[in-house]
C-alpha cells in the first residue's frame, strides 16, 4: 500500500511475504480441487476461528458488515426497532442495522476507553424509555417504538465493559451483538464469571471483519459471525447462501454473502500467526508509551485494567491534530483519523434529525484524535522516527 513511506500506516508486504510458500499452496490445491465455494477449507477455517474466540460456532461470510448485518437479522431483530450503538465507529455498523430493518441510535462515549459509555446508556433507557408491563420488552417512550439490542463496539482493539453492558441488557431484554470488527483476540475480565473472556464469546453473537488491513485479514474481503447459539448459527449459514438449507430449497429470502474457500485458507495460516502479531502490536503500543509520555500536550491512549487490547490502532489525541498530520505526511509517516465524523453528523444520516452537541464527547474526540503507525512489523528505529518527528512539531526548537 504506503510501503514507499518512511513508516507506513499499516503493512501488508511483509508479513505475507514471510509466507509465501504456504499462500501458494493454498492457491495450488483450490486449483486441483476446484473447490472455490464452501467445502473443507471453509469449514476448517470456521472451526479454528470458533476454537480461537472459545465460542462454539463461526460462520464464514462475506465481510464484517455482512457479519453485522446477518448476526442481528438471526438474532431476532425485527423491522423498526431500535438497535442502540455509538456514533464513533466505521459506518458499516449503522448500515447493517438498518438494513436488518432496524433503525440505529446512539450512546456517547467514554472519554478514556473511546467505548460506549455504560453510565449514559442506563441514563437513556431511563430517561427515554420504559418497560411495557405485558411483554417486558424496553420501548422509546416517543417513536413507541422497541429498543431490541445494543451493538457495543470494541473500538481501537479493546473491548467494551461487556459485564455492565450484559447486565443492562438483561434486566431490559436488549440482544448484545459484539462489533469485534477491530478485536480478534482483545479480551476482558468478567468479574462475574471471574475469568478473561474473548472478544466475540461474550455478545449473543458477534460480527468480525477480515478485511485486508485488520489484525487478521484475507487477500480481499472476508468476515465472521461468531455465537454459541445453535440457532443463530444455522440461521447465519442460510442467510449468507440465500436462505437456503438445502440446495434450492428456500426457507427465507436471504443474500450473496459467503466466504470464499481461497480467503478461508488464506486466514486460517494467518490465523496461526495472530497471537504473536497481537502481542507485536501491544509491544508496540508500549513503545510508543514510552517514547511519548513526557510531552504534556498529548493523551495517549489508556489501557482499563479489566482489558487487554489487541491494538488495531494506537489512538493519541491533541490539539492541532490537523497540522501534525500533515507534517507526519511531508516526512513520509502514514497516520489517520478513525474517526473524522461521528455517524450521528453524517450528511448519510441528516434524516435522523441528530444535530451538533447531541454526542459531545463523540463530536470532541473526533476533532482532536489521530492514528500513529500500527502494525505487528514496525521496527524501533520507525517508531523512535515517529516520536522524534512528533517531538519536533509539539516542541519546534
Ligand atoms: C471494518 C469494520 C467494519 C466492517 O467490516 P467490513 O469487512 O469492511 O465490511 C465494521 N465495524 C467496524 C468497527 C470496523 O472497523
Known amino acids: 500500500m504506503d510501503n514507499h513511506n518512511a513508516v507506513p500506516f499499516v503493512d501488508l508486504l511483509t508479513p505475507h511475504l514471510k509466507l509465501e510458500g504456504e499462500f501458494v499452496e493454498v492457491f495450488r490445491k483450490t486449483l486441483k480441487t476446484g473447490r472455490f465455494i464452501g467445502g473443507p477449507m ?13 465460542t462454539r460456532y463461526c460462520v464464514g461470510v462475506g465481510s464484517g ?11 431476532g431483530i425485527n423491522k423498526g426497532d431500535i438497535v442502540l450503538t455509538v456514533p464513533n465507529t466505521f459506518i458499516a455498523t449503522t448500515e447493517a442495522i438498518t438494513q436488518a430493518g432496524a433503525l440505529p441510535d446512539f450512546i456517547d462515549i467514554d472519554e478514556d476507553s473511546y467505548n460506549m459509555d455504560i453510565n449514559k446508556l442506563r441514563e437513556y433507557l431511563k430517561a427515554q424509555c420504559e418497560i411495557d408491563a405485558k411483554s417486558g420488552h424496553t420501548i422509546h417512550r416517543k417513536s413507541k417504538r422497541r429498543v431490541s439490542a445494543i451493538v457495543p463496539v470494541h473500538l481501537y482493539g479493546q473491548m467494551a465493559d ?12 436488549l440482544l448484545v451483538i459484539e462489533d469485534a470488527c477491530q478485536a480478534h483476540g482483545a479480551e476482558y475480565y468478567s468479574q462475574k464469571e471471574n475469568c478473561w473472556k474473548k472478544a466475540g464469546s461474550m455478545g449473543n453473537a458477534a460480527a468480525f471483519s477480515f478485511y485486508a488491513g485488520k489484525n487478521l485479514g484475507a487477500f480481499g474481503e472476508g468476515g ?78 489508556k489501557a482499563s485494567v479489566s482489558t487487554r487490547s489487541v491494538y488495531h490502532l494506537y489512538v493519541v489525541r491533541l490539539k492541532n491534530r490537523d497540522g501534525l498530520l500533515k507534517y507526519f505526511s511531508e516526512n513520509n509517516i502514514g497516520a489517520g483519523l478513525h474517526y473524522p465524523v461521528p455517524l450521528h453528523l453524517q450528511k448519510a444520516y441528516l434524516g435522523l434529525g441528530y444535530k451538533e452537541g447531541d454526542f459531545p464527547v463523540s463530536e470532541q ?20 522516527f515517529v516520536a522524534k518527528t512528533f517531538m519536533t512539531y509539539v516542541n519546534p526548537s
Open 224 to 301: 465472521a459471525v461468531t455465537t454459541n447459539d445453535e440457532v443463530v448459527a444455522q440461521k447465519v449459514g442460510m442467510l449468507r447462501d440465500h436462505g437456503q438449507a438445502k440446495k434450492y430449497f428456500h426457507d427465507i429470502e436471504g443474500y450473496n454473502g459467503r466466504l470464499d474457500a481461497i480467503q478461508a485458507g488464506i486466514l486460517q495460516i494467518k490465523l496461526r500467526q495472530l497471537t504473536g502479531w497481537n502481542e507485536s502490536r501491544r509491544k508496540h503500543a508500549d513503545s510508543y508509551n514510552n517514547l511519548l509520555g513526557s510531552v504534556e500536550s498529548i493523551i495517549l491512549p
Open 365 to 384: 474526540v473526533a476533532k482532536v484524535i489521530l492514528s500513529l503507525p500500527m502494525h505487528p512489523h514496525l521496527t524501533s528505529g520507525q517508531q523512535e
Open 42 to 54: 471453509v469449514e476448517g477455517f470456521e472451526a479454528d476461528f470458533a476454537q480461537y474466540c472459545d
Open 162 to 173: 461487556m459485564d455492565a453492558i450484559l447486565d443492562i441488557a438483561e434486566t431490559h431484554k
Open 65 to 75: 458488515t455482512d457479519a453485522l448485518r446477518f448476526a442481528l437479522i438471526a438474532s
